[in-house]
């Protein structure tokens, strides 16, 4: 199978400051990668669509300027959750496709305090 | 819109029994199905999924699932559990676009499952 690779897994910052999340597919490349948010007990959320090369497809209610979301390379897509606040703590995960499979990483645990 | 309903937040049964978690679904069409599974802090690994075809799928680690179009439903199923069996499971749908219903996969809330011994 594919791996998807996601960094950090656990970050805890100041109410105000930026975090990046990456996500790599180490051995394949992914033209289109996707964006989670998953609440306690709660199912997942597809926040965006991350494309390469182009500007990110974000769903209804998804605020582009407080998640940007980067897909510079066919292998690296990037979710930066500015001027963070307590609500935006969530579970966030990220997957990319490769022959009609989605592949998950393994999910970035962000605290705000 | 797609929905999935998973109407069971908890399950627990014993290491060896039978297991059966419950999806039901709602699609225009004949949607994309999907069962995940995911262990605790890790991202999601798929089990199974649906596209056409028979309608009794088998997965890994030895998971089946039917859909029943007549009652818009995708159970997932295993004759005998283990304990590392232990997980949160979710059922999703996918339209029927394009990337075999990759895009826009919506996902029910997750059923978790407790084995005791």
């Known amino acids: 199978g594919a791996v998807v690779s996601q960094h950090p897994s656990r970050v805890i910052c100041k109410s105000g400051t930026s975090v990046k999340i990456e996500c790599r597919s180490l051995d394949f490349q992914a033209t289109t990668m996707f964006w989670y948010r998953q609440f306690p007990k709660k199912s997942l959320m597809l926040m965006a669509t991350?494309?390469?090369?182009?500007?990110?497809?974000?769903e209804q209610g998804v605020e582009k300027d407080k998640f940007l979301i980067n897909h510079a390379s066919l292998t690296l897509s990037t979710l930066t959750v500015t001027s963070a606040h307590p609500e935006d703590s969530s579970f966030y995960i990220c997957s990319a496709s490769k022959a009609g499979k989605l592949f998950f990483g393994s999910g970035t645990q962000l605290s705000v305090l | 819109a797609q929905s999935v309903t998973q109407p069971d937040i908890h399950i627990t049964v014993s290491e060896g029994a039978s297991l059966e978690l419950r999806c039901n679904y709602s699609?225009?069409?004949?949607?994309?199905l999907f069962w995940y599974v995911q262990s605790p802090g890790q991202g999601l690994q798929l089990l199974l999924k649906?596209?056409?075809?028979?309608?009794l799928v088998q997965g890994i680690k030895g998971f089946e699932a039917e859909f029943k179009r007549s009652q818009s439903s995708f159970n997932l199923r295993k004759p005998s559990v283990h304990w590392s069996d232990a997980a949160e499971y979710f059922c999703a749908v996918g339209s029927r676009g394009s990337n075999f219903g990759n895009e826009k996969l919506t996902f029910g809330t997750g059923t978790r499952l407790t084995i005791i011994p």
């Open positions: 991350s494309n390469e090369g182009s500007k990110a497809t974000y």
């Open positions: 699609y225009g069409a004949t949607p994309y």
């Open positions: 649906y596209f056409s075809g028979d309608t």
